[in-house]
């Protein structure tokens, strides 16, 4: 019997030592492929998000006063437009933009978007604001100028704060 233990205690502390060695290439060859992956994955996605980036950057900068009304003005109909036609032409520019760039939401984080859900919102109840403020019988040109300058006249707008978040978010992607 104990001739027997002589040979089988051996065995087994060799079998395990074989075991607890493959057992640990295996775990290390299974991090290794989880990390190509990763790496594979990054690859794809990171040019990806830096597009959302760049299009939810693009969609603030569109939806901020005087980029809307620029871009209004190039009609040359807009001097015969009601305050009351001008504010539902930003609206729905606002809803425009916001709408085509919905997507992108799933390649930043939930606070940056919520921020810039924030932008939308408060934007479209500025540009109410203001048109209610206005007296009766004003031309479009006035609604335009009110809107340029309270704009201005808030300090940090809820545009310029989700357009830095996302910049850092960005910049940490980088």
Known sequence: MIEILKYILPALVVVLGVWLIQHSMLRQEEKKRKFELQRESKKTISPIRMRAYERLSLLLERTEPEA???EMMDDPGWVN???????RELLQRIRM??????????YISDEVWQKIMVARDEMAAFVNQMAIQLKPGSSALDYMKVLIQAYHMNG???HEIALQDLKNEARQLL
Not at 97 to 106: A, G, I, L, R, Y
Request: proline content about 4%; aromatic content about 4%.
């Open 68 to 70: 809307m009304l620029k």
């Open 81 to 87: 437009k009601s305050v009351m036609d001008v504010q």
């Open 97 to 106: 933009e916001f709408d085509h760039n919905m997507s992108q939401q799933v």
């Open 156 to 158: 940090d707008t809820p």
